[in-house]
């Protein structure tokens, strides 16, 4: 009788801590019998209540029966089971249950893989369907359909193939369940030839299917073909449902074209609009930049709610009418229809991605000053403009915040403080945050690596891209920009080919930011011939490319080549002018320099005048630079004193470059280079007592010589040496052995 006592007092603590029980209509005469069967449907009714409402204790008390009846080998049960506890999160005791499964069949597999998908496991879910199937379970068009939504979540096309041919083999391929997860999967991976290949080779589709071909079309960004085959879904007798529209709504929000024909249809053919497809109107045409078109919709709405309005806020901001996006968030309060985090979310964005970033702030401050908990969204959406603002103190704030209301972990979060610490030049916080980050994505490497690239840690950002390759995580065109930016600034010439040849490969070359990045790389590496080669082939020029290949070519003295590109460069911005009065700097062209400096419509920078002064001091034109300082504008700062101080040198003029250099010292600038210089031009005329004076002068202020850091790849990685730091390197030792060897070597020969 102790086995039935046991389950009488399982049954009331069951009874006690579940409403749902109460509700079941077990009758506790009937569970203490001793027929199996009845246990056995009691239990799976439990199980499926448990299901239904996600309540895991419900499957523990389903547990001890079925453990206490002796019903633990049954499969049925046990897949129940299964299904339960990996719906709750409880992967253990599923895999638990899974192991002791005497048995295993496509059902029972079926439940484990789900479990693994719903939880994030999908490699593990594809690595267990491939050791079952060597153990000889037989998979069936659900374990395939699992299968490949597993892959899509990886976006990994050679395994979905794989295991495409696979299915095919199998005899699946002709299955409409099959055939539908295998165009998801394949429109998620990128390859919507195979998507097209699997939908013209169903013998039949159902809406489903049409959708699938429709959004695939139109996440390629392929919207002409996406209208055409809903266009043949409705011909061929196939009524769109709203997952259908919602589906084309959102792939197709930037072209107004198919939002027109979607909303056409739906006011054609009396499609009864939900609330959740008028939203979605009102965020497609905002989105398409038909802010107007999204309030027709909107005062159309026979009901207006909380998300009805948050759309057409973000329609205005995104499409930057931001007064008018302020005076809607009035309106919604004067509505009587409360704000919430996520309406206030959106307009941050807006105003963040548009570089209003003061706006940005206001519209945080008024989140938080009406008593609403900022979420993940509003945290990572104000964060940049944090950065705008050069507000550090502001970021270490919202990163405690973060910490204390366990926001902290989020992923988004997380990517936005790297990027953000990278950009205040904190490197160490950036590195601390990313090292946290478990569950790295490409945004997170994305980020450490452009925060080492902007900070000229290259070495290190060659490094990080290394192991991001080692995750097997796809670069994005912004990693790829980053890392080709290093390979820039340590002459990284092979790395930078084999990045070249990886994006010729993926096809992000024609992208005009990695296309500019590739000619920057190539003319900072000597090779200026690939670098115009670059140029060339690029058919999608922005100005930024015109700028990079115009300084490449005034670095390397081109000037005639740098001019022509300035000249097909239709409205120059402050970058062009730098790098023209570069080249004209560089190659003596002082007349062509002073034209082109006359002919700036902008007002010129401390940089442009620092060039021009330049130019004219390199000619031996000093007084006509000095002339040029005393008529700034604004005051003069160190850099135009120093490129006059250079010239000084090169001309030998004592008395402006000891006037120049009282101007450098006066500033208070702590740039060992222009004192060094100063002490230079005095020892040329044998003034040493002078000399003596500024190097006193530069232990008073703390003025220290830079050390010089020089770089050297070797065995493909690329290894950085820093003066007087030879004991940060762990082979200093052998290397200062080889050199001594080298030494000896050298006085050998000269004797």
Known sequence: MKPFSS???????????????????????????KDFHSVKDHCRHLLELGILHENPSLGSHAHARIVVFGLERDSFLSTKLITLYSLCGRLH?????????????????????????????????IDL????????????????????????????????????HLAAAGGFESDVFVGNSLMCMYAKCGSIEDVVRVFDGMPQQDTVSWTSIVSAYARDGRHVEAAEKLRQMIECGFRPDQVTMLTVLAMSGDTPEVVGQVHGYILRSGFEPTSMIQNSLISAYGKCGRAEEARKV?????????????????????????DESRQLLRDMKHSGCDLDVVTYSGVISSFSQNDLFGSAMAVFEELVNVGLKPDVVAIASVLPAISGLQCSNYCKEIHAFTYRHRLESDRRIRNALVSVYSKFGLLQCAERVFGAIGDRDVISWSSMVMGYAQNQYFAEALDTFQRMIGTRTEPNPITVTSVLSSCAGVSGLRQGKEIHAWAVKNSVDD????????????????????????????EDKNLVTYNVMMGGYAVHGLTENALEIFG??????????????????HG???????????????????????????????????QQALDLITTMPTKAGSEIWGAMLGACRIHSDLEIGIYTGNRIIESGSGN????????????DFGRWEDVEVIRELMKEKEVKKCAGCSWIEVNKRVRSFVAKERAHHPEWKSMFQVLSALNEQTRGMSC
Not at 590 to 617: C, K, T
């Open 7 to 33: 389950l009488v007092s399982l049954l009331k603590v069951a009874v006690s801590s579940s409403r749902l029980l109460s509700s079941s209509s077990l009758s506790l005469p009937l569970l203490l019998s």
């Open 93 to 125: 005791d599923a895999s638990a249950i899974f192991a002791r499964v005497p048995r295993c069949d496509a059902f029972i597999l079926n439940a484990v893989l789900r479990g693994y998908c719903a939880n994030g496991l999908h490699q593990k879910a």
């Open 129 to 164: 369907f491939h050791r079952k199937r060597k153990d000889g379970v037989r998979p069936d068009s659900y374990t395939f359909s699992c299968i490949f939504k597993a892959c899509a979540s990886l976006s990994d096309l050679r395994q979905g193939k794989e295991l495409h």
């Open 298 to 322: 909107f005062h159309g709405c026979a009901r207006v709610n909380r998300v009805t309005w948050n759309a057409l806020i973000s329609s205005y901001a995104q499409n930057g009418l931001f």
């Open 511 to 538: 992208q005009p930011f990695v296309g500019s990045a590739l000619v920057d790389m190539y003319a900072k590496c000597g090779r200026l011939g690939d670098s115009r080669k670059v140029f060339d082939l690029m």
């Open 568 to 585: 097909m460069v239709d409205e120059p911005d402050q970058v062009s002018f730098i790098a023209a009065l570069s080249a004209c700097s």
């Open 588 to 622: 003596g062209k002082v007349e062509e320099g002073i034209e082109i400096f006359n002919s700036m419509r902008m007002r010129p920078r401390e940089g442009h005048y620092a060039l021009m002064v330049d130019l004219l001091a390199r000619s031996g034109r000093l």
């Open 672 to 683: 060992s280079g222009y004192y060094v210089l100063l002490s230079n031009i005095l020892a």
